[in-house]
């Protein structure tokens, strides 16, 4: 199992930027796709930004250019820079870990971006 905890979140000016962290416990943390969603009020769930294994990434086309997602396999976290912030960017942001040999997928808790105009 993994053990997700996220944290960086917080209240930011629109144009600024927050940085999201997500530690990860357990031993497939380099094994699984690391990613970050969000869902905004009233609204679905959405990808923001994946990373695999390998280090290849993928980016909702909303935040490409502007977002930046990383992983540290030593320290089993995954970092999400996020800049430009703009109100639209407000929701609460949950890292997701997805392990592809077992099909295995878990949650963090959520941790709120608030971006004001």
């Known amino acids: 199992q993994v053990g997700l905890v996220e944290s960086g979140g917080g209240l930011v000016q629109a144009g600024g930027s927050l940085r999201l962290s997500c530690a990860a416990s357990?031993?497939?943390?380099?094994?699984?796709?690391m990613g970050w969603y969000r869902q905004a009020p009233g609204k679905q769930r959405e990808l923001v930004a994946n990373?695999?294994?390998?280090?290849?990434?993928n980016y909702a086309d909303s935040v490409k250019g502007r977002f930046t997602i990383s992983r540290d396999n030593a320290k089993n976290t995954v970092y999400l820079e996020m800049n430009s912030l703009k109100p639209e960017d407000t929701g609460v942001y949950y890292c997701?870990?997805?392990?592809?040999?077992?099909?295995?997928?878990?949650w963090g808790q959520g941790t709120q971006v608030s971006v004001s105009s």
């Open positions: 990373i695999n294994r390998s280090g290849s990434t």
């Open positions: 997701n870990a997805f392990y592809p040999v077992s099909s295995y997928n878990a």
């Open positions: 357990g031993n497939i943390f380099s094994f699984s796709t």
